[in-house]
């Protein structure tokens, strides 16, 4: 158990729908990234936040945001639902979000299945 | 560009040997991370072991150590004594230290299955 907990587990939706993956960093850690596994794109960085600020942005569409909550808790919201945006959306979380040499632990991940 | 290629797909182990996990990485920064984590069939990545760029001695924890080559530019995943449960998706990553970016790059992992 990594410490970082993500909610729901699974999720079944319908294209245009919009959703909401919740993520609770470990306790003290006060970085959270967000990341999308398919089987055609692999492991992709979605977005980072630090102590509640947006940090970094990769490849994520304008029909998804995130946000970082002032308990350190982080949502990332998919809005207009695609067949094409099925896959397993990873939260994780660091310490401080500096330097290479940081860890990141990674939730038990959201199954996102868009019919 | 930064990349990680894990030219495995798939690799298979008797129990109990040692198998090992190829990782190349290409960056321009000096100062990087290299991590592997697992994924068993259940699906969350699960930490293993990391490497620093400066670090002089080869990362080990428990069955797990990583053979960094860095003039080759490559980190290396070894198992010894393989059991059962190690079957399951390896990946490797990178984080650079330069780019004011956090980000963990992903290599597109390799299977490994493990048999009696």
């Known amino acids: 158990d990594s410490g970082v907990t993500q909610t729901p587990k699974h999720l079944i939706t319908a294209t245009g729908q919009r959703v909401t993956l919740r993520c609770s960093p470990r306790s003290g850690d006060l970085s959270v990234y967000w990341y999308q596994q398919s089987l055609d794109q692999g492991l992709q960085f979605l977005i980072q936040?630090?102590?509640?600020?947006?940090?970094a942005k990769g490849n994520i569409l304008e029909r998804f945001s995130a946000q970082q909550f002032p308990d350190l808790h982080s949502e990332l919201n998919l809005s207009s639902l695609e067949l094409g945006d099925s896959a397993l959306y990873f939260c994780a979380s660091s310490e401080q979000g500096g330097g290479p040499q940081e860890t990141q632990y990674f939730g038990p991940g959201t199954r996102l299945l868009v019919l | 560009a930064q990349k990680i290629t894990q030219t495995q797909p798939g690799m298979f182990v008797q129990e109990k040997e040692a198998v090992t996990l190829d990782c190349t990485y290409d960056t321009s920064d000096q100062s990087y991370g290299l991590f592997w984590y697992k994924q068993p069939s259940s699906g969350e990545m699960i930490f293993l072991i990391y490497?620093?760029?400066?670090?002089?001695q080869n990362a080990t924890e428990g069955r797990y150590s990583l053979n960094f080559q860095k003039a080759r530019k490559s980190a290396n995943l070894v198992i010894s004594a393989s059991q059962l449960g190690d079957s399951a998706m390896y990946f490797c990553?990178?984080?650079?230290?330069?780019?004011?970016?956090?980000?963990?790059?992903f290599g597109t992992g390799t299977r490994l299955q493990v048999f009696p």
């Open positions: 990553a990178m984080r650079e230290g330069m780019m004011n970016t956090d980000k963990l790059i």
């Open positions: 490497q620093g760029s400066y670090d002089e």
């Open positions: 936040y630090y102590n509640g600020e947006e940090r």
